[in-house]
């Protein structure tokens, strides 16, 4: 064999592999977004590739699957997903991580000040996770352990790390970085897809979903009031920071955080409730679990609670945290602590609904269920009284144009 000739097939080798490694890089980062829409959350185009971001909800599904029921938690399979990733890339084909995400220093944004300040420290996404994943105090138990990684990955760190973006797109509107693929209108397309997900199932809009339909406060059978608010201020947002409309885009971001404060709301509301019905079967061992589920959520919105009224949130946090004793009645409580706080947020007792409210015969879940990215726009059975739980779907992907919910 000549040199040249082995050098040609040095050459061709190089090729393939590197087309080898493009094509794999794709793959784990997913089908291009841009131009298209998320069928069970139907009506927000996305204007540029955010594959990754809809897929962190897919971590939340895997670490859910290995943390699984009672006592058959596998916190080494779901510690390594937390730490390491799963299925979310970034655009240079690196895993994105929740750890990762929790630790991150976002020092100088507002939300991120107003957490690390009130938490007092700056990992204040990280450190309940850690602790429980060490089950250290306190979180000891089982269900301690298992409601607290759960709930810490899928509601408080999904919402910091959307707000994140949402402050990080005001950031660019002030520096006119308005391009659609790394401008502030790609980080709207973010926070839309950590709202909406990947996996229903396991995000932000699922979430909003399940308490719209055990709360009363569904549109119809596929949209709660919640998500369809969402929507539009995402679309807004969008709008604005096209425009490099500062002033349109913060009002459009008080209105998401409104609707954050809601679904906080009615987690508090429904905990406290399931908590008091225990308690009256006494059964403890349930309400030590509800009463810790009830506290991760409730980090979620706390500091801004106590933004509003600190002895609200101390109350709250009183009757929720691991391990306190159970007061007489939590609902009286918690309600009477939240309602405090309406006037600041602008939220009525309608936008809450009522925990058990019927909803109509026919809704099935079939907005959970449903899992896609497709175009087009979007326009009784029994409340769940135990832990979330959604179906599963499958994903397929088609051109769309942005639009509205009709």
Known sequence: MTALAGYAKVALLLAVLSATAVNAQSARQG?????????????????????????LSTDVCDIKAAIGPDNTANYEAAAKIYSDGKNS????????????????????????????????TPDFLDTE?????AGEHPYTSIAQRNETIVKGVESLIQTVYLLHEVDEAAGKIRNKSLSAATGAPHNVDETWAIWVGE????SLWGLAYRRGKEFGTLV?????????????????????????????????????IRLFMIVGIQNALKYAQLMDAARARNEPEVVEAEQTEGYAYFRTIEPLVAAADPTAAATIRKVFYPGNPAPANALTTVRTAVQKIYPEYDITSADIGSFGASVPADCLPAAIKANAVT????GSSSTSSSGDGAAKGSATVTTARRGAIA
Request: net charge negative.
């Open 129 to 133: 996770i850690a602790a429980a994943f």
């Open 89 to 120: 890339f970034k655009s240079d084909g690196t895993q994105r991580a929740f750890q990762e995400i929790a630790t991150a220093p976002y020092r100088g944004e507002p939300t991120w000040d107003k957490y690390a300040k009130y938490y007092g």
């Open 375 to 378: 175009n087009g726009a979007s």
């Open 31 to 55: 089908e291009d977004t841009t131009g298209k829409q998320i069928e069970h959350a139907r009506g927000f185009t996305f204007g540029s590739n955010v594959a990754g971001y809809l897929r």
């Open 199 to 202: 996996r229903p199932d396991c």
């Open 220 to 256: 119809d059978c596929d949209n709660s009031k919640v998500n369809i608010g969402m929507l539009n201020a995402h679309k807004a947002m969008y709008e604005a920071a096209e425009a490099g409309d500062l002033a349109a885009f913060n009002a459009q971001r008080t209105e998401a």
